[in-house]
């Protein structure tokens, strides 16, 4: 099913995904044709443009459009002040990492809302990115689960694995403790609402990093993530996208999940991306989807 705008057409993949055509975003975007982009990554989700080899000054200025680029908070350990880019090498010495569903840094008060990334070295075969729609697999609850969701609480911290293996790769002394020290654990929603298209959708991430339900016993908080966990897990809510050179991924943090494939190893793989900062995570019992972000 396609979709026709003013200055593009996006041609949808699966529950989510569409790829846009019509585009050079080599190009400064009109005010118009960029409320329209706006319009449609909320409604897709994640959007593919093909052939736009996009340098690191151009990447980083359409992400300022959407808002405030994030700088990743460990960096500031390492003198890095300046928000930007990310780039991450997978290959025989650094085995990838991310192959697990994950939205990023969930332990920041306000995480990123959207992230752009385009691959840079794309290996012979394999290194897929997969995304998952959290808003889809909420909407296919049933209402009774929906209504035991809706108001509750996770604990997400980066304490653990994150800040040990940080410090170990760092050489500094006592790193650990002090990535502790600036991001204490916090609470966000498990269902949150999207604040343009009013959508709901279940706001999680990987356990080595979203820990429990706040306020429920360890057993009942354990069995609800586990199943939620393998809910988001089932292929009818997923995409996946295989990269060519050129090509450029911009997603919807708030909605999405998504995972590195790690059957390109040991085979090289770069990546680059940025995100973008936006709103506290919200839940809001009175808002209602907006119907024209359903109909696409």
Same mark, same amino acid.
């Given at each position: 099913?396609?979709?026709?705008? =003013? ?24 005010? =118009? ?29 359409? #992400? ?37 569903? &994950? ?17 840079? =070295? ?71 609402? &999207? ?15 979203? &820990?429990?339900? #706040? ?7 354990? #069995? ?33 999940? &998504? ?19 936006? =709103? ?17």
């Amino acid at each position: 099913m396609s979709r026709v705008y =003013e200055a593009f057409k996006v041609d949808r993949i699966g529950v989510l995904g569409g790829i846009v055509s019509g585009l050079d975003l080599k190009q400064p975007l009109g005010d =118009e044709a960029f409320a329209e982009l706006r319009h449609a990554l909320t409604t897709y989700e994640v959007l593919f443009f093909r052939d736009q080899f996009l340098d690191a000054d151009s990447q980083l200025d359409l #992400a300022r459009r959407f808002g405030e680029v994030s700088l990743y908070p460990v960096e500031k350990f390492f003198g890095s002040v300046e928000p930007g880019h990310q780039v991450v090498v997978d290959d025989a010495d650094n085995p990838p990492g991310v192959d697990m569903w &994950h939205t990023d840094v969930s332990w920041l008060p306000r995480p990123p809302v959207i992230a752009l990334l385009t691959l840079l =070295e794309v290996p012979e075969h394999g290194g897929d990115t997969m995304w998952a729609s959290t808003s889809a697999a909420y909407e296919a609850l049933s209402p009774a689960m929906k209504q035991l969701l809706d108001g509750l609480e996770t604990i997400h911290s980066c304490h653990g694995n994150f800040v040990e293996i940080a410090e170990r790769k760092s050489g500094i002394e006592g790193l650990a403790e002090k990535i502790k020290a600036a991001y204490p654990a916090l609470r966000h929603p498990l269902v949150r609402t &999207h604040p343009e298209s009013g959508k709901r959708s279940l706001f999680m991430t990987d356990r080595g990093v979203m &820990h429990e339900i #706040a306020d429920l016993p360890e057993n009942e908080s354990e #069995a609800i993530l586990d199943f939620l966990a393998a809910h988001v897990a089932e292929p009818r809510f997923h995409v996946r996208w295989r990269w060519s050179p050129g090509e450029l991924a911009i997603w919807d943090e708030r909605t999405t999940l &998504h995972r590195g494939v790690s059957d390109h190893y040991p085979q090289r793989r770069v990546i680059r991306r940025c995100t973008v900062d936006g =709103e506290i995570p919200f839940f809001d019992p009175e808002r209602e989807a907006d119907p024209s972000y359903l109909a696409a």
